[in-house]
């Protein structure tokens, strides 16, 4: 009996797996999370008190994340920042529709494979297609 | 948690029976991110310009100044949240899960009372 339970196969195994889109997205959600936590909301605050701190500190806050014009480390920054600033929308659309999601997983639904694959690479579609949209909107108007 | 008898070997090992709250909030807070995130990233994308003055005037009238400070308490909520099961998930030495305990319990504290703060000096015309 113990011998015959040994030869069973495990599952879940620890190193026989393959990327499904349900794993993808599970694991942007993590990311993207902590990202807008970290990143995000550290921006958010450095906004809103340098927009409460006077003129000047907003200036630096500008020149830092956006616009570079002083030179210097600046001008790399500026760089970082317009990548981190469309990353952090990507993040926001890619969190709220995995968000979605859940709650929608969370009522017991969309767990037939097909349904939950094709769920989960619709949330990278709409957050992709909304970021590009978003900055067409922002840069274009 | 005593290793003699076998209630002594399993008491304090089950359920904390504070579960649900958590997760509940983190929904909550959830539904309330999508409107106030969006809402807030859709203001900023129809601003005319992102000058001081402009900038400082949206954020002191009533609707944005109170969507902010709803900002700065759900999201953070919501946020440490997160941030607390990541922790809990990848976090497993004792000095690290310290380190995570008060990052979880007072950074999130300290970065809303600061947001909230700027929010009321704008929305009150303070300089």
Redesign the interface.
């Known amino acids: 009996m113990a011998q015959s339970r040994k030869a069973r196969p495990i599952s879940p195994h620890l190193q026989i797996w393959r990327w499904g889109p349900a794993m993808l997205v599970s694991i942007l959600h993590r990311i993207t999370g902590n990202g807008l936590a970290f990143a995000g909301l550290g921006l958010l605050l450095w906004w809103i008190g340098a927009l409460a701190s006077g003129e000047q500190a907003y200036q630096i806050f500008l020149d830092w994340v956006w616009l570079g014009t002083a030179g210097g480390v600046q001008a790399f920054t500026a760089i970082l920042g317009k990548v981190v600033l469309v990353g952090l929308t990507w993040a926001f659309f890619q969190h709220a529709a995995t968000g979605i999601r859940h709650l929608i997983l969370d009522i017991g639904a969309g767990y037939e494979l097909q349904t939950n694959a094709r769920w989960s690479i619709l949330t990278m579609v709409f957050s992709i297609l909304l970021t590009i949209a978003f900055w067409a909107f922002v840069l274009l108007r | 948690m005593g290793n003699g008898t076998s209630i002594g070997r399993v008491r304090g090992l089950g359920s904390s029976h504070q579960g649900t709250h958590h997760w509940l909030t983190a ?1 909550l807070t ?2 309330g ?2 409107v106030l ?2 809402f807030l ?1 859709v203001s900023l ?1 129809l601003l005319p310009d ?1 000058s ?1 003055a402009t ?2 005037s949206w ?1 002191a009238r009533p609707v944005p100044s109170v969507a ?1 400070i709803l ?1 700065m308490v759900n ?2 909520t919501h ?1 440490r949240m ?2 607390q099961v ?1 922790l809990e998930d990848y976090v497993h030495e004792e000095g690290g899960k310290i380190a995570a305990w008060l990052l979880v319990n007072i950074v999130p504290f300290a ?1 809303a009372a ?2 909230i ?3 009321l ?2 929305a009150l015309g303070g ?1």
């Open positions: 929904r959830a539904v991110n999508l995130i969006t990233i994308a992102h001081f900038a400082r954020v902010l900002i999201t953070f946020a997160g941030v990541m970065a600061f947001g703060l700027s929010v000096r704008i300089a």
